[in-house]
């Protein structure tokens, strides 16, 4: 009968069951600091990235087209990509400003 007893953690489990959580939690610890808080710092720049776009800007789309910004509006963005050629993109869709180059501006990578 004293297996049943050990079974229902009568003898004592109070303090195993707080040390058995303690590797839940660095886990969770080390999922936040490597994938959940440098992912929210991306879509905070990617969020301001797009409050601050103006006319005139050159951009890439997230589907790879890029163009010119002629217009915005809160949801669309129109863009010029060839002469006299505009399309309506949504705001959202817009993925990354380019350089003089043309080439997109490569993402912030963490130094040090």
Known sequence: ????????????????GIASFIPLILIFGV???????????????????????KIGNKVVTKGGIHGTITGLTESVVTLEIADKVRIKVSRSSIG??????GAPVPAKTKSG
């Open 1 to 16: 009968m004293t297996g049943v007893a050990y079974a229902a953690g009568g003898a004592g489990g109070g303090a195993g």
């Open 31 to 53: 999922f936040y600091f490597m994938l959940i808080r440098p992912q929210q710092k991306q879509a905070k720049l990617q969020q301001q990235f797009l409050n601050e776009m």
């Open 96 to 101: 990354s400003p380019l350089t003089k180059e």
